[in-house]
């Protein structure tokens, strides 16, 4: 069983352009969060989703980004006119589907996203 | 709103060492504590995970306690090796799933 997948790895921008940030979950898991880490700093709620809903984006700026996870395909977060600001580690974690806090929160490797 | 605050940010010390690491957080109210190990430009391992009717967790080396009331959970690291270097995190979460992250403390184990 594959861990949480995210691509690419490494993913370098120019200021104004569009940053896609791509995350596969567990096989069989259904929940996805995403998460933010600045240097030197913690890891940093974003959004949190399951298929086809966005369950809490409380941690999602207002503008510039969003994060959807379709009924096929990986979990996309987007980021619009990308700023050097931006530039950070994206972490995405995936949950089996029974819910509650029981679940651990299995993560991916990571985006480094670097804003030129 | 939960804050999750960990003490020393950074820690050295020699190889065989017993040592703790230190969190604290706000809000009593959390589902589970976990703690997690990142090593640099990587993404987080578990380590232990302690639901909040338990009061600690035991994996090789390691012990977590949680301590509800009082807002603590520390990490206890016996024996401690220079692989063992890495920054560990712990996160509390509540049972809508929020996680909230420490800042880390950054353990360097001489050799």
């Known amino acids: 069983n594959a861990g949480v997948m995210q691509n690419p790895r490494h993913l370098v921008r120019r200021r104004g352009q569009e940053a896609r940030l791509r995350c596969s979950p567990m096989k069989g898991h259904s929940h996805v969060y995403w998460y933010r880490q600045l240097p030197e700093e913690g890891l940093k709620f974003m959004v949190y989703l399951q298929k086809e809903n966005i369950i809490d984006e409380s941690g999602m700026p207002k503008e510039r980004f969003s994060a959807e996870f379709p009924k096929e395909g990986p979990s996309i977060l987007r980021i619009q006119q990308v700023v050097r600001g931006d530039s950070a580690a994206y972490f995405c974690a995936s949950s089996p589907p029974k819910g509650g806090g029981e679940d651990t929160q299995y993560f991916g490797p990571g985006t480094r996203l670097t804003v030129l | 709103k939960q804050e999750v605050t960990q003490i020393p940010a950074a820690l050295s010390v020699p190889e065989g060492e017993n040592l703790v690491l230190n969190c604290s957080f706000t809000?009593?109210?959390?589902?589970?504590l976990q703690w997690f190990r990142q090593d640099p430009g990587k993404g987080l391992t578990s380590l232990l995970l302690i639901q909040s009717s338990q009061r600690e967790q035991t994996s090789g080396r390691l012990n977590a306690s949680l301590d509800k009331s009082s807002g603590r959970s520390t990490l206890y690291i016996a024996a401690s090796q220079p692989g063992d270097s890495a920054t560990y995190l712990c996160a509390a979460r509540r049972a809508n799933n929020d996680m909230r992250f420490g800042a880390g403390t950054r353990l360097t184990v001489k050799p």
């Open positions: 809000d009593s109210a959390i589902y589970n």
